[in-house]
């Protein structure tokens, strides 16, 4: 399955609309489990910095205050024990997204370019590869890949959308196939925070990577971990050569966060405690779902982190996708995530108390 084709696929959630409008005409209203998007507040001392930080008349800076680049080190080291950075490894971006689809082009990629992305993976690895016309090749085993050299190499743990959580060893195996052939290896580790039955373990820990950073991305963001996905608040931190190559072309392209999120990043980023009181909350959700979606005949695989349950009746997506609208309850089709995956649904965490309990009564009539 390869790719040679700036053109873009239609935005998937289109195709979900049928199904809303049946999960909204439920008489207690939709559950929607569709879209990983926050519910919760945004902590206190985020919004407190953003606006007293909200008088910036001046252009904030592509490279981010000395304030954010010692908190994002800081966080780094703290909280993953990784190789010691220095201001050159990290850099803020205007949500991580936005730098999934863009590193390609920052990277200088194309039509000669081979990228590999995971099997089931989130779309937007793909949509930057078409976006400079460079081939595809979905892979998540280093040993079975059966092609030339690829410039740069996605991968994601926890996972989006089915949770799987690498190990130490899948890590290292990824470094080494990347330096033994020159291939930036970029790991998005967003859902890190968000590790259930496994331990997520970071790119940039010298378990993994022998003490160098060198080839070496890694992509975090405030999106979740911190209830901040309106802010559009990430980073990226690892190889300093690679990072101050980016950080150079993303000051042509005006790639500047705004100043009052980089206060609130900074405020954030010092804070683990609401951290560990939202992951107490997902996890008081996942404990009820689970058991739900299991009595209605759904088999949950992986889901060892990030905030998605990956479930499967053994039948066409879009037959599980309908059933559960019939209920009320909004899911994400397989389908969205790869020819892989056409029999899972991604079932998220992400709905207040009141919805999670509405839909595991509806699945356990």
Not at 139 to 164: M, Q, T, Y
Not at 268 to 290: K, M
Not at 299 to 316: A, K, M, N, Q, V
Request: glycine share 8%; aromatic share 8%.
């Amino acid at each position: 399955m390869s790719v040679h084709d700036r053109s873009l696929p239609d935005f998937p959630w289109n195709t979900l609309a049928g199904a809303k409008q049946r999960a909204h005409q439920h008489p207690d209203g939709i559950v929607d489990l569709s879209v990983g998007t926050p519910v919760d507040p945004t902590p206190e001392l985020g919004q407190r910095a953003l606006i007293e930080a909200a008088n910036a008349p001046g252009y904030p800076t592509v490279w981010g205050t000395p304030e954010l680049r010692a908190a994002i080190r800081g966080y780094l080291t703290k909280r993953w024990g990784g190789v010691e950075l220095t201001d050159d490894s990290v850099l803020p971006v205007i949500g991580t997204k936005e730098f999934v689809a863009q590193l390609p082009f920052l990277l200088g990629l194309g039509e000669d370019d081979l990228v590999v992305i995971p099997e089931i993976a989130y779309p937007t690895y793909e949509v930057g590869a078409r976006l400079v016309e460079t081939w595809v090749y979905p892979c998540d085993d280093p040993n079975r890949i059966v092609a030339e050299n690829p410039a740069l190499v996605w991968i994601n743990s926890p996972a989006n959308p089915h949770g799987s959580i690498m190990s130490p060893e899948q890590l290292a195996d990824w470094v080494r196939y990347c330096r033994e052939r020159g291939s930036v290896l970029a790991a998005d580790e967003c859902y890190g925070e968000f590790g259930w039955t496994a331990e997520p373990v970071s790119i940039l820990h010298p378990s993994v990577n022998g003490g160098s950073l060198e080839g070496l991305l890694a992509l975090h963001a405030l999106s979740k971990r911190s209830n901040a996905a309106g802010y559009r608040a990430g980073f990226v931190a690892g190889d300093p050569d690679l990072v101050s190559d980016l950080r150079e072309v993303r000051k042509h392209a005006g790639g500047m966060v705004p100043a009052p999120v980089q206060a609130a990043m900074t405020a954030l980023l010092g804070d683990q405690q609401h951290v560990i009181e939202q992951r107490e909350r997902y996890l008081r959700r996942r404990e009820a779902l689970r058991p739900a979606l299991e009595a209605a005949g759904f088999r949950i695989e992986h889901s060892e982190g990030s905030l998605y349950l990956w479930c499967t009746r053994d039948e066409p997506c879009r037959d599980s996708v309908d059933w559960l609208a019939e209920h009320g309850i909004l899911v994400a089709p397989g389908d969205f995530y790869g020819a892989f995956s056409d029999q899972h649904v991604r079932v998220a965490l992400t709905a207040t108390d009141e919805r999670i309990a509405a839909a595991v009564a509806r699945l356990t009539f």
